[in-house]
């Protein structure tokens, strides 16, 4: 059974960088049939999409990479393959990234070149932006 | 951007009740559009895609319908474990977005 776990801390400063990790366990983040997100939920909020990844052993092709552009200039979604990650980094933090943060797996027809829906969720990790 | 409207934002409903959530595009998604199942401090649950495909799973009282700008998922019956907020989300393109969510409550 695919499983999928948040991790990283649940309080950054203001200005400073939030990290976190998905660790995937039950199946391979080295997929080409499946891509990656990360999903954010503020308190008491509605569901924001971050961004999608698909491992392609090429990272730098942008081509396998999507953000959600409102938040591009701050985003960078990668992988750990060594430990079956997913990494989100986002930079220069305000208290309205305080949220919490979901990975998920996202369906992909690789013959037609097209994401869909979430299909496997992690629980989410929650996080408060505070100096 | 396409953007995504939901209503109502809130339902009082009771067990048993047939219910309806209209989700709308800011414009056309063909039918490229899912439904979540979100309870308080839980990731969402994937209902259905493709706006009317059942996952597995899923109990068939629930079902889609719609496409183009307008869309909408039915409970059949409404259920004590079916109390929860529901999402659309498209997914015309690489841009994903949700909808503000549906409340559903007694």
């Known amino acids: 059974q695919l499983q999928l776990q948040e991790s990283g801390p649940g309080l950054v400063k203001p200005s400073e960088t939030l990290s976190l990790t998905c660790t995937v366990s039950g199946g391979s983040i080295r997929t080409s049939s499946y891509y990656w997100g990360w999903i954010r939920q503020p308190p008491g909020k509605g569901l924001e999409w971050i961004g999608s990844l698909l491992y392609s052993g090429r990272l730098h092709n942008s081509g396998n990479i999507y953000y959600n552009p409102s938040l591009k200039s701050r985003v960078t979604i990668s992988v750990d393959t060594s430990k079956n990650q997913l990494v989100l980094r986002l930079t220069s933090v305000t208290a309205a990234d305080a949220a919490g943060y979901f990975c998920?797996?996202?369906?992909?027809?690789?013959?037609?070149?097209?994401?869909?829906?979430?299909?496997?969720w992690g629980q989410g990790t929650r996080v408060t932006v505070s100096s | 951007d396409i953007q995504m409207t939901q209503s109502p934002s809130t339902l009082s409903a009771s067990v048993g009740d047939r219910v309806t959530i209209t989700c709308r595009a800011s414009?056309?998604?063909?039918?490229?559009l899912a439904w979540y199942q979100q309870k308080p401090g839980k990731a969402p649950k994937l209902l259905i895609s493709q706006a009317s495909s059942l996952e597995s799973g899923v109990p068939s009282r629930f079902s889609g319908s719609g496409s183009g700008t307008e869309f909408t998922l039915t409970i059949s019956g409404l259920q004590p474990d079916d109390f929860a907020t529901y999402y659309c989300q498209q997914y015309n393109g690489f841009v994903f977005t949700f909808g503000p969510g549906t409340k559903v409550d007694i």
């Open positions: 414009q056309s998604i063909n039918s490229w």
């Open positions: 998920a797996r996202q369906k992909y027809n690789y013959r037609l070149g097209e994401l869909s829906s979430f299909d496997y």
